[in-house]
């Protein structure tokens, strides 16, 4: 199951824009986490979305939200963006009660 | 809170001799851990999960609760097995929030 895709593949924004990221899950994968992976770093966990509510949360500020769609897609939106923003943005979806989670190709943002 | 400690940056082995990735975790009840494999290009993958005790290509990894470690062996590298590694925790049922290590590139020299 390699199903999880992301848009754009690559993305350039200025300090203080706002930016949404999309990701479409596999068809029977209720719940969607976002994860922000740094130069060098592992990917820390933002949010994860289950039946389109937000239910688990890393430590990122409230800037960082999101929204899941019954059809499986979901988005990551970042406000006000900081230079340490700049990272690959990952999301990954899994089915109910599996701990498998899928990875997508990852969007990579850059804040100049 | 949970963290997990991947203390190489970079592992060089030679083809055909063993490989071992270290991966220590500290949380204090009972977590679930995992190797994901990330090849140049391709997106990450989980390679394997402590609970299922299996082996997938060659690798396997004990969860040691005593010494908290989850290390990866290989008894004999592969040149395919040239990737960025990274462990993850699950801290138990009810959470699905990944807590991975910072990597580990391995680099199999022909």
């Known amino acids: 199951e390699t199903g999880v895709t992301q848009s754009p593949t690559h993305l350039i924004k200025t300090r203080g824009q706002q930016v949404t990221l999309r990701c479409s899950s596999q068809?029977?994968?209720?719940?969607v986490s976002w994860y922000q992976q740094a130069l060098g770093q592992g990917p820390q966990f933002i949010f994860q979305?289950?039946?389109?509510?937000?239910?688990g949360r890393g430590n990122f500020p409230p800037r960082f939200s999101g929204l899941q769609f019954p059809n499986y897609s979901s988005e990551l939106n970042v406000n006000a963006l900081e230079l340490d923003d700049s990272a690959l943005y990952l999301c990954?979806?899994?089915?109910?009660?599996?701990?498998?989670?899928?990875f997508g190709p990852g969007t990579r943002l850059t804040v100049l | 809170a949970q963290r997990v400690t991947q203390p190489e940056k970079l592992l060089s082995v030679f083809k055909g001799a063993p490989v071992e990735l270290k991966c220590n975790y500290s949380?204090?009840?009972?977590?679930?851990l995992f190797w994901y494999v990330q090849y140049s290009r391709q997106r990450l993958q989980l390679l394997l999960r402590?609970?299922s005790r299996e082996s997938i290509k060659g690798f396997t990894a004990d969860l040691n609760k005593g010494e908290t470690s989850f290390h990866l062996k290989k008894p004999f590298a592969q040149e395919e097995d040239s990737a960025m590694y990274y462990c993850?925790?699950?801290?138990?049922?009810?959470?699905?929030?990944?807590?991975f290590g910072k990597g580990t590139k391995l680099s199999v020299i022909p």
């Open positions: 402590h609970i």
């Open positions: 993850a925790l699950l801290p138990g049922a009810g959470s699905y929030q990944l807590t």
């Open positions: 979305y289950y039946r389109e509510e937000e239910n």
């Open positions: 949380y204090s009840g009972s977590p679930e």
């Open positions: 990954a979806s899994r089915r109910d009660s599996y701990n498998e989670q899928f």
């Open positions: 068809s029977g994968h209720n719940t």
